[in-house]
């Protein structure tokens, strides 16, 4: 003890307790605000946008042209930005499988690493909004769940319904079930608005109240079944189917049991 | 004498001298009621409308029936520091914070849709069983207005807890009432007391909802109950079952325990629904807000035919004087719902004007041995039907992966193509079954025995029916078309020639049956 309270009182003491706090504080804030994604080098972003290039012309230009311009059954890709690209490759429903009303969410034909190629190549032809990275999606850390549920009753409920369960649209299309969508996805869709749905602005719903209206479906996704059986959170429709098979099937079956015991 | 039997008399005794009640009661507790599994039907209904109550009254404890504007510090996190109505916020809490009161309420709202199911399916009975007819005219109007009442009470109490869906409603009854010509605007504003959604509407449907409707419906309960009473009840035909006796069990004890038990059955099937199915989950919802709307917004089961009816409406509008006809609204919402129930009120008189019998009936028809009339009830099941699958059209588009403008299309054709087709085909399955009882009568049961005969022919031996059956297979009685003339004795032309033409033709249409088998026809075989 008596080593130590001399060392203390030494004069390089208070230099070398600073380089160490200086350095203990630095590698914390580095190891706290790394991303696990490392930033690319040039080298390799132009490498990847390459790699983008090729699946891009041997999977989509058949349809999106050899130069992102679209054609007669797709859209041009200029400006779309990476986010509408990952959310379109990322949910499989590029490469389109059948062009029927609405092209459905499948098992993705390509890995996140040729989609990030993909992604990085149609964003380096034009501007567009960029994939959301994790920091930016802490829904659970800057969203609020109340303000997020009048959000979405406001703006995504007249398609996706009450509690995110989908419904139905005008001539085959359909806003999909909302349950179990990835964050990131939701994300992307909000600003890129696939398919039949707009686009929500930063000015019109800001990232805060989109990381809210996340947090507001994840909270109706992972609610327990509060009163009994869902039956599907679609409203009184299974409800009356309920009522009318099992309910009154019941019930009529007690009546005629009750009626055949007097014989 | 035991002591039990002692003690049991002295208190009859007591109350006997006091009220008079012994005459009335051995009289009464003796009536006779035939037994049928169809007749419990208005059994689930009336004991449904008891659970209502009961239910009902728990809700009021804590509802508050105000528009009010309140933030939200209950339990239940994600609605927690919203505005809302105190109605709404009340019903939350019933929900989460009141012990047993989400049960309650589900209990309450399944009751609701059993009640109404259980009032059509007994509907059905009476109707296709012909159990309207003379002397039971009234009851079966006051039958159609308890159905109707039943809607609008129904809807009110949807309309209640103020939440999204609800609010919906509202706002749809709302365009409904406006559709009206010239007056419908006003009509509006007085109900609302002001422009939509006001302050007023909640707290006025609720008096409705809990006072006035609830006494309507006791009345014309009892009323119906008595006349049920009054007349007796109606019979199948059988062996010793006449138009002048009714067969059957004593009330006291058969009818008290069975009556008695299915009360407790009915609340077991309920309570059932209301512990395991969530009905109506408002805090999913959230609170009413005009510049809110979910997809699948839909009304109960038992509106969904209205709604039906709207959605597949095309957009009809008129401009006269300066007011709007909503054509598209006013058809679907007031006209036809009108029309459907005008006509069903007035069915017994209808019928009885077109066969011409004004006797009295108390033997039940076997619904193939009236082929129109079941016809016609299988044609209004399929309008009614087809509406109900459009109300719930955007649902079954999602579900089966059909376009909602594919199936609203398949409606606007099913409407008027599927109620014809559902005449002609019951009422050809109506004749066929005629046809089947007398073969059945004739030539007996087959057996199923194959009989080789010395020469090598095979037949099917039959087996002649028990006299009972032969009894129920029988006992309708088959009248002609009505004989009305065009002219009269005299050779002059009768007034009224059009309708005369028209009750000809419906009669004629009417009587078409399979002649049943008489005693020659059983004796000409026996010949053989």
Known sequence: MRKLSKLRRSAFASPLLLVVALFAIGTTFSVASATDKTELSVDQRSAQIAEGKQIFLKGCSSCHGLNLEGSAIAPSLIGVGAASVDFQVGTGRMPVADLSQQIARKKPV?????????????????????????????????????????????????????????????????????????????????ITGPQAMPVFANKTVTPAEKLSIIKWIKAAENEPQLGG????????????????????????GVAVWLATKAR | MTARERVAGTVANYVDERTGAAKWMKKNLTKVFPDHWSFLLGEIALYSFVILLLSGTFLTFWYDPSQREVVYDG??????????????????????????????????????????????????????????????????IIGVGLLTLGIVEGFLGYSLPDDLLSGTGIRIAEAIIQALPVVGTYLAYFAFGGAFPGEAFIPRIFTVHILLLPGIFLALITVHLMLVWYQKHTQWPGPGRTEKNVVGYPLMPAYMAKAGGFFFIVFGVTAFLGAVASINPIWLYGPYNPGQVSAGSQPDWY?????????????????????????????????????????????????????????????????????????????????????????????????????????????????????????AVTKRICLSLQRADRELVLHGRETGRLLMLPHGEFVEVHEPISPELAWKLTAHEQAPALALEDVDDRGVRRAGGLKNKLRKRISQANAETIAKPTL?????????
């Open chain 2, 303 to 423: 509106m969904g035919w209205l709604d039906g009816l709207v959605r597949m409406a095309p957009p009809l509008e008129s401009h006269i004087f300066g007011y709007t006809i909503p054509w598209n609204i006013l058809i679907p919402g007031l006209i036809v719902p009108g029309i459907l129930f005008t006509g069903l009120a007035l069915y017994p008189f209808i019928e009885s004007w077109i066969t011409g019998d004004k006797r009295e009936h108390h033997l039940l028809d076997r619904p193939r041995n009236v082929p129109n009339r079941t016809a016609l009830g299988a044609m209004s099941l399929t309008f009614m039907l087809v509406a109900l699958v459009n109300g719930g059209n955007d649902i079954i588009a999602t579900t089966f992966h059909l376009g909602i403008n594919q199936v609203m299309w398949f409606s606007r054709f099913a409407i008027f193509i599927l109620p014809p087709i559902a005449f």
């Open chain 1, 229 to 252: 059986a869902a039956l599907g959170r679609v409203g009184p429709v299974t409800e009356g189917l309920l009522v009318w098979t099992l309910g009154l099937g019941l019930l009529i």
């Open chain 2, 75 to 140: 339990s239940y996190v994600p609605l927690q520091g919203l505005h809302m109505s105190a109605a709404y916020a009340s019903t939350l809490d019933i929900s989460f914070e009141i012990r047993g009161g989400l049960l309650m309420r589900q209990i309450h709202h399944w009751a609701a849709l059993i009640f109404m199911a259980a009032i059509v399916v007994h509907l059905m009975r009476v109707y296709f069983t012909g159990a309207f007819r003379k002397p039971r005219e009234f009851n079966w």
């Open chain 1, 110 to 190: 390509y890995n996140e690493e040729q989609t990030a190629a993909l992604a990085a190549y149609v964003a380096s032809t034009a501007p567009g909004p960029a994939i959301p990275n994790d920091s930016m999606l802490n829904y659970e850390r800057d969203g609020n769940t109340a303000e997020g549920g009048t959000l979405f009753r406001t703006n995504c409920a007249m398609c996706h319904n009450f509690a995110g369960q989908g419904g139905a649209l005008t001539q085959g299309k359909y806003a999909p079930t909302l349950m179990g969508v990835e964050p990131k996805y939701i994300y992307e869709a909000m």
């Open chain 2, 520 to 528: 020659n026809d059983l004796k000409e075989i026996e010949h053989h």
